[in-house]
DNA sequence: CGCAAGAATATGAATTCGCATGTTTCTGCC
DNA sequence: GGCAGAAACATGCGAATTCATATTCTTGCG
């Protein structure tokens, strides 16, 4: 969904008996959203998408990535991406260039405007998880990170968890 | 992105000195992103899109609930989630009735083959799960369900975290 | 009662997204 | 050198998603 929040009074799941409330992957994409629709709020305050933000942000950190590069690491399918691109080179905050090794490479770099912009916005993202680190317990932000990346780990390099490892509903009968 | 990954090597970010690497909110999006699509995988095999998937389950929680409730609960927004359940009752998997007490409510309920899919779904995602909590440290998990609650919890009810705590740029000078 | 306001859904047009595929450019090997 | 095969992007098109708005129904109140 990930859009503006309706800041309505907020169905409370976590609470619940349900199945839901509890799942691992539930609790992982409704915190995702919850906290990314409010930083791209201000994301959209500034004339860009939440999309274009990210390749922004990756772009800052750096500068001229590949496009599949910059798909993988921004977390956008690569022919979006190479729209996405069009949209950011018209508005003049990136630009395309060739590889010059290998043609076959488009490079993406930040004009002036987009590196500002870029920066702008890197800035206010930090702030942004200040405040919601400043709301968790002393440590439990660095424990998050860490459980976090684990699981990022688990699935980067190697296809998803071993099948193999895997329960099947048969195995505890 | 959230799709079927393509179990190339995999840019890891985690270990860069950059921002993105280490910002929360990427970190979120990316492992939820991550867990999501393998299990997506599963889902598709069963004839169902990753939506479809997530109100079977919230159904199987509590069958007859409202759209807008089951909107808010299944991170999918309103009008877009009337048309996933009319497909959906194409497919056979739920029905629509009006509530009798509020004639603008429309309650959503699984039909007998709706929940049969969904309860085998559910003891699917429940493995799944125990495949990914298996390779984490002990009580690892625990601590990740609890700081991810945590955060939704600040974003349901609020508005969003109160902005009014949060640094601007300037803060710091 | 009769209405203004608001709530809950549905609908339609406009975007965005993703999959399949085409094109260009490398690479390894014969 | 010349080719088969793979890699990296771009494109086309259909499906998914969103935003704004219309519709239907409820509620509170003068």
Redesign the pocket.
Known sequence: ????AKK?EGVDVSDSKGFVGGYLLYLLAAASDAASADFHARVRARGL???EWRILACLSDEDGQ??????QLSL????????????MAVKGLVK?RS?A???????VYLTDSGRLLGAELVEAARAHERSIVRQMRPGEAALLKEALKHIHALYRAGGGVPVALEETEETSR
């Open positions: 969904m990930n859009t503006i309505q998408k939440a999309p590949m496009v599949t590069q910059l798909a956008i399918e690569q022919s979006h991406l190479t729209k996405i691109v069009d949209q395309r590889d090794r290998d043609r076959r490479r488009v490079r």
